[in-house]
């Protein structure tokens, strides 16, 4: 269950509260729980999970390890900074919002492309960083039938080079489904994540067996057990629901009523 807080732990006093609130909710829990706050707060969570199993992601990073790159991060700084996991192709940063406030003419500054993801999830396993790969399509591209295509060119390209598919997350979150309430149909869910587990199957063979893949799209505490329940979908990547630490409890500890 990864929790991606997005912009939504804002202060220092909350992120440490939260993250603190979190690993004890995460303890005797029956998944791997990751945390991905804004860069700078990574320190600090990462102090108030330490001695718990919650792990530390990013929401992202450069794909080039030093040099004159202002305001980027760099892979060795993830790594060196704890991290095991960090988030690549979030439709965020692929500038592909499903509401927000952000005027369309500014989108194509939040250009992370599938050239760019394939670069930083190359980076990401150099580095031995664990790559969170978000893939999903538009409202527009499911009204137009294309969500398969879509899905599996983006699964495609983001793995393009890569050797060694251990380690590698894939998170299909159908960008209409982010930050909306409205989420997938579980049974659509674990059909879209069914095809990605058989495009990663057929690149990688055998070895494809293991990777994890999730969903992620306004899972909630009322909603996370009927995802769960599909055969295919191995966890959550979980925003707005994964700030309070209250809420992603009950997400963690699904199972129980
Ligand atoms: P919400 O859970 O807020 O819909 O966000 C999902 C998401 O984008 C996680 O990466």
């Not at 991606?4 to 998944?31: F, H, M, P, Q």
């Not at 969570?45 to 450069?62: P, R």
Request: glycine fraction near 10%.
């Amino acid at each position: 269950m990864v929790a991606n807080w997005k912009l939504y732990n804002v202060t220092l006093e909350e992120s440490k509260r939260e993250a603190g609130d979190i690993a004890r909710a995460a303890e005797g829990a029956d998944c791997e729980v990751v945390i991905c706050p804004p860069a700078p707060l990574l320190i600090p969570v990462k102090q108030a999970i330490e001695g718990s199993s919650v792990k530390l992601g990013a929401q992202g990073m450069f794909w080039e390890e030093k040099g004159g790159f202002t305001s980027q991060i760099s892979p060795l700084i993830l790594k060196d900074l704890g991290c095991d996991y960090v988030i690549i192709g979030h439709s965020e940063t692929r500038g592909r919002f499903g509401v927000g406030s952000v005027k369309e003419e500014l989108l194509p500054y939040f250009s992370e492309t599938d050239e760019t993801v394939n670069l930083k999830t190359l980076a990401a396993l150099r580095a031995g960083l664990k790559p969170i790969i978000c893939v999903g399509e538009t409202i527009g591209e499911r009204r137009a039938g294309k969500q398969d295509e879509i899905v599996s060119y983006q699964v495609e390209m983001a793995l393009a080079k890569v050797e060694d598919i251990n380690g590698v997350v894939i998170a299909y979150e159908p960008v209409w489904a982010i930050g909306t309430g409205e989420f997938c149909d579980p049974e659509e869910a674990n059909r879209i994540i069914t095809l990605i587990r058989s495009k990663v199957r057929e690149i990688f063979g055998a070895k494809a067996e293991g990777i994890r893949i999730l969903y992620g799209g306004s899972v909630e505490p009322s909603n996370i057990a009927n995802f769960m329940k599909k055969e295919n979908i191995d966890g959550a990547l979980v925003g707005r629901a994964s700030a309070k630490a209250e809420t992603f409890a009950k997400i963690i500890h699904y199972k129980e009523p």
